[in-house]
Each structure stands twice: as C-alpha cells, then as structure tokens.
C-alpha cells in the first residue's frame, strides 16, 4: 500500500504542475471552505509574535504565510516553501501586494537553509504527501532555532463515528469533481486515500518525540477531522 502510495505522488505532482491555478478552488470544496477556519486556528494557537521568523512549508499559494503577516505585522518576514514551482508562481500574483515573502521551491525533506534559523515552522496539509515522514520532521527541527516552535495542520482520524460515515460519503464525491475542475481524476482519488492511510494523531506525535521535539501536543479541530500538533525545540 505504501508503495502503491508512493507511486501516486509522482502522479500528483505531474498534474499539480497544470491546475495550480485552481488548487485554492478545490480545497474550498475539499473541505467546505472550512480549510480557512482551520489555518485561522493554527495562527491563533501559534498566537506569533512581531519579529519572529516564520517557514511556512508545501505552502501551496500562501494561505497561512498571508495569515500571518495579517495577524503580525506588514513588514514581518517569512519564508513560504513549495516543490512546485506553479504553486510558487500562483502565490506570488495572488499575494503581489506582500512584498515581504521569500518563496523558494524546495521539497520538505531538504530544505536549503542554514541550522537554526527560524522561529516557527508551519506545514499544513502538507506532511502526509511527503516522500519520507522522519525525514521532513527532521529537517523542520534543524532548521528551527532553539526555542523555536513546530506546527503541524494535517488531516487525522475523526473522533465521531457518525461524523466519519458522512465524510467519507462526501469523500466520494471529490475525484468526481476533480475530473469536472481539472479533467483527472486521479490525483484527487490519491489525495482521499492519501487521508485514509495517513497515521493517527498520536502516531504523529510520537514520530515528533523520536525527532527530538519536546513539550509535544495537539488538537483536535471538527472532532478529528484535521489537527494541529505542535512541539518546541529546547
């Protein structure tokens, strides 16, 4: 299963090189629109602060990077990482008017920065469509500063069992729709099943333990259906 995974990435990397410019589109309808409730929640839990330095990783078009310039100040700076450089180039037009922003196409598992250079590093949605879990969890510690904080906004395992027969039902729906927006299908069966195989909340949190975070914690958001984990380098 996981290589059968893994063969799909190549797959959903190919075809995200033609539909960026409606990857926003479709997490609207992924996820109701609710996706922008949930990235207002990781800011709010990461409650930033003025000056700090923010990574933002598989940033897609810059959804949280734009979040927390709002909620800190204009002239913050931050840095948004993609492996895809339409996302990239999707962020920069979207977000033209933030001169501020550092976009740097780059996968997750090495990352070209110096060691201890960031206050706090975000990946949402991002983690379960690497290529090697420990590898991206190391690499966001080395390149956090001590005392640096790690965000994790990610798909999860939901708490409520009626809650999940109906998502699941909806889960369906989204390759259709895929097709319909962006002509294939594939990419979105693999993101649903990408969602199903992913590992559970406190499966991610011990992975985070074993790459050295501390003070490991997460929480829940619409009973389970995302979370945010988060964890401090000491």
């Known amino acids: 299963m996981q290589q059968h995974l893994q063969n799909k990435k190549g797959l959903v990397q190919g075809v995200f090189d033609q539909v960026f410019d409606k990857y926003d589109l479709m997490n609207d309808f992924m996820s ?6 949930w990235k207002k929640d ?3 839990m990461m409650s930033p602060s ?10 897609g078009t810059g959804d949280v990077g734009k979040l927390y310039l709002d909620n800190t100040a204009i002239d913050s700076q931050i840095t948004c990482v993609d492996p895809n450089k339409g996302m990239i180039d999707e962020g920069k037009k979207k977000l033209a008017n933030y001169k501020n922003i550092n976009w740097v196409i780059s996968k997750a598992e090495k990352l070209p920065f110096e060691d201890n250079l960031f206050d706090y590093y975000t990946i ?7 290529e090697n879990l420990e590898k991206s969890l190391s690499e966001a510690y080395r390149v956090l500063r001590p005392g640096g904080r790690f ?6 395992k939901i708490q409520n069992e009626k809650l ?3 998502y699941k039902q909806y889960s369906k729906l989204i390759p259709i ?3 319909y927006i962006v002509g294939r299908k594939e990419p979105y069966e693999y993101l649903i099943e990408s969602i199903e195989k992913f590992i559970n909340q406190e499966e991610l949190l011990d992975l985070m333990k074993k790459s050295y975070f501390e003070k490991c914690d997460y929480r829940n958001l619409s009973n389970g259906i995302v ?4 964890g401090w380098k000491i």
Request: glycine share 10%; net charge positive.
């Open 227 to 230: 979370s945010i984990h988060s």
């Open 42 to 44: 990781l800011i709010n």
């Open 32 to 37: 109701l629109g609710i996706h922008r409730l």
């Open 164 to 166: 999940e027969f109906i």
């Open 177 to 179: 729709v895929g097709k």
């Open 151 to 156: 965000f994790c906004l990610e798909f999860s």
């Open 124 to 130: 949402s949605f991002g983690l379960r469509n690497t």
């Open 50 to 59: 003025k000056g700090k330095n923010l990574i933002d990783v598989a940033c």
